[in-house]
């Protein structure tokens, strides 16, 4: 659109994001020669781009949001003794106030918890029932002897499929589960809130509850995996009858009640760049947290976090249970959502909670998914405008632990993951646009080959050639 172009007369009130910005960093402009180079340079794999050669970055909303005036000011306020930090009891304050856990222990990101609870509960021949996989909790859950059994509702793989609450546990495949294992082979059943997998879909406190008389029953732990809990809460109450007027935190509170302990990167919804944490109310096997928080991670009043990064993380808390910021967090990912709904482009549906997935088997129905699909449609998007997406599909889901086959998940995903705070509608226009015009263009889109796969976690490194 030009600056003379005329725009219809408004038919409604629009919201804005409720800050300001008071501080920007410069976004690199390249030319498509450039990105060419840079592509093919990064082996096809947009984790192995230069930072540099990124216009907007949507790889991950993970550590990538924008801290408030009031956090920086908190990391001047860093407390860096090697033990017993004021920050950490600020912390531990604000984890026991808003997610209501008794115990908390500090690690330095997501995985550092999932490590840590993997090990004290997980024994060899365990399996660990849980609402779609998530790599890094499933990686841990491995490593520790375990297999992971998925029992999310069948909706969740279908990408058109609009149930409001497509992260819910499907409770008879989970009575089926337990039936044939038994209870002493499962030691928690696994619930991320706003399922990242599956495109950003939230679970309701219907379902949970339903989850938590059923493992009850049997004794079995719930271990949420908080880490977009609050995303999750916001659905909750824009979508589940009787929530509509309860604040986020009461909700994000009410979820965390019905479960045992969570794991958490507070990368995401706790605003801040790096940390996490382990909560738990069983004192046992805080105990034992605590002891091997030492050897993993550092001590148990810091665990791989400086003082000042516990600050960012205790105010970021805080910050993030505020309705009118979730409101516009959340509101940011369904304007770029709606935008390309709109246009005919084939995403995830309902919008996710952190971004927007598109549909790579219905994009490129010409690219077999052994050929990597999704990877491909990410490498164009890059190529086209430079915007960084992600991978959610066949690379990112691996190799089965017995057997060594890939994987074939029914999603096969591209992630426009939205930063908080961090970008504006017009880079958001901006990159509805070019996703509009590689969809116009899909049919040029041809698969791709691995000519380097690593033993873990192999979406992060691996390299890619076009066939
Ligand atoms: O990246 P970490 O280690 O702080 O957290 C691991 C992790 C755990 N659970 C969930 C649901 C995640 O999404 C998650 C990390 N996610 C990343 C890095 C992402 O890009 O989605």
Redesign the pocket.
Known sequence: MTDTARRPRPTRRSWAEPFRIKMVEKVPVTTREQREKAIREAGYNTFLLRSEDVYIDL?????TSAMSDWQWAGMMLGDEAYAGSRNFYHLEEKVQQYYGYRYVVPTH????A?HLISRILIKPGDVIPGNMY?T??RLHQELAGGRFVDVIIPDAHEPQNEHPFKGNVDLAKLKSVIEEHGAKRIPYVSI?GTV?MAGGQPFSLENLRAVRELTNKHGIRIIL?A??VVENAYFIQQREPGYEHRPVAAIVKEICSLTDGC?M?A??DSLVNIG?FLALNEQDVYEEARNLVVVFEGLHTYGGMAGRDMEAVARGIEESMDDDHIRARVGQVYYLGNLLRDWGVPIVLPVGGHGVFLDAKAMLPHVEQEHYPAQALAAAIYVDSGVRS?ERGTVSAGRKKETGEEYRPKLELVRL?IPRRVYTQAHMDVVAESVYFVHQERERIRGLKMVYEPRYLRFFQARFEPL
Do not use: H, I, V, Y
């Open positions: 790889l991950t909303d993970s550590g990101q997501g995985r550092g999932e998530f890094t909790t991320a990242n995996d880490t977009r794991t990167s990368k995401k996490g992600m993951t």
